[in-house]
């Protein structure tokens, strides 16, 4: 039984961490923490009464290296970076769901999270948790940097475009669309119903900072850079994320091909569901679950293609994947909580 900690517990992916837990085989959460709230866990979440007993307590490093063999941290960017190096100095396993570990460029880190980073060390350590993409990777890993979840989505639409036919690709222009608990649980006069419902709009339009994360992972794909545009929205959902993303070609690739190279790629993987020709991936199908649904258009001209990739934000993006990271890890069912 591997005891695991949630630094984080009172925000939406914390909470969505506790629900998968408590439903694993292998493991037994020990630790809960946060910052500013603490108390009963089913004070803060109702939704678990009556599923367990734990405390949130303000977070001390002492506290989880004592109580805990891996620790999922589940905090703000630039505050996972203060956490992380303790307790993997103590040995303990650490998945870091924020973004401090995923560029590996510390001068990229600071122009997108306007913060220096703190821990060089172990960022050159971190092994980038796509799970279907970096197994072999993440089996021996004592440091996850879990992705993004706009990342995720737009990856493994991706992934094996990019790595079967690197020179063929012109363009990548990437149309997201997120559910409101991207944002996470701070409160923002943006993120009131009032002003979501109904409503459909674009922000950070080609700057927001998960698209050097993209681009990053795509290059490392492709063996070469690869650009991309990347234009998020938020829509007027809870969670859930669509990407339609849009690919010119410098060179033909017939439609039989590519659509038997994404068949291949994603054919012994049980999360990630390449779509019969026809289908469309839709939100409902995924949101709370862990799987990514894929479906892959090509023009008749064979020049242009478009991909569409949907997943829960919170799940796939965030507190599934770490924890089929952990399960990777740990050498448990990949599983194992997340069916
Ligand atoms: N939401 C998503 O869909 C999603 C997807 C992928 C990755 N992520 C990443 O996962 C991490 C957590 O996201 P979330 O959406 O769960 O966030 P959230 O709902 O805002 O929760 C943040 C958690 O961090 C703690 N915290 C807040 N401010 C802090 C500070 N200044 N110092 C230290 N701890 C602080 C909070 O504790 P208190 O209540 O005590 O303040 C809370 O437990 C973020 O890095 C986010 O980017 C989120």
């Not at 234009?231 to 033909?252: C, F, M, Q, R």
């Not at 999360?271 to 949101?287: C, D, I, K, N, T």
Request: hydrophobic share 45%.
């Amino acid at each position: 039984m591997v005891r695991v900690g949630i630094v984080g517990i009172s925000g939406f992916s914390g909470r969505v961490l506790l629900d998968i837990l408590l439903r694993h085989k292998d493991v037994r959460v020990t630790y809960a923490a946060a910052y500013s709230t603490t108390g009963r866990v089913d004070a803060i979440w109702p939704v678990f009464t009556n599923r367990t007993d734990l405390v949130c307590e303000k977070y001390s490093a002492e506290a989880a290296i004592a109580a805990c063999d891996l620790v999922f941290l589940a905090l703000p960017h630039t505050e996972s970076m203060n956490v992380a190096g303790e307790l993997l100095a103590a040995g303990k396993r650490v998945i870091d769901l924020s973004a401090d570990y995923r560029l590996k460029n510390r001068a990229v880190y600071k122009k997108w999270y306007h913060a220096e980073h703190k821990d060089p060390r172990n960022l050159a350590k971190a092994v980038y948790g796509l799970s279907e993409i970096y197994r072999t990777q993440i089996k021996k890993a004592k440091f996850i940097a879990n992705p993004g979840c706009y990342p995720t989505a737009a990856l493994l639409g991706l992934a094996p475009l990019v790595s079967m036919y690197p020179d063929k690709i012109a363009s990548i222009a990437i149309d997201a669309k997120s559910g409101v608990s991207g944002a996470g649980r701070k409160a923002s006069e943006a993120l009131m119903y009032t002003f979501v419902n109904e409503n459909f709009k674009a922000y950070r339009v080609l700057e927001h900072q998960h698209a050097p994360e993209i681009a990053q992972y795509l290059s490392r794909m492709a063996e070469k850079p690869v650009d991309i545009m990347f234009v998020p929205h938020l829509l007027p959902v809870d969670s859930g994320i669509l990407e339609t993303i849009y690919v010119h070609l410098n060179a033909k690739i017939a439609s039989k091909a590519l659509t038997e190279c994404y068949r291949r790629f994603y054919s012994t993987e049980t999360f990630v569901r390449f779509l019969q020709p026809g289908a469309q991936p839709e939100l409902r199908h995924v949101v709370r679950t862990n799987f990514c649904d894929i479906a892959l258009v090509v023009s008749p001209d064979g020049k242009s293609l478009v991909i569409t990739s949907v997943i829960d934000n919170l799940v796939k993006g965030a507190s599934g994947q770490a924890v089929q990271n952990m399960n990777i890890m740990c050498g448990f069912n990949e599983t194992e909580g997340l069916l």
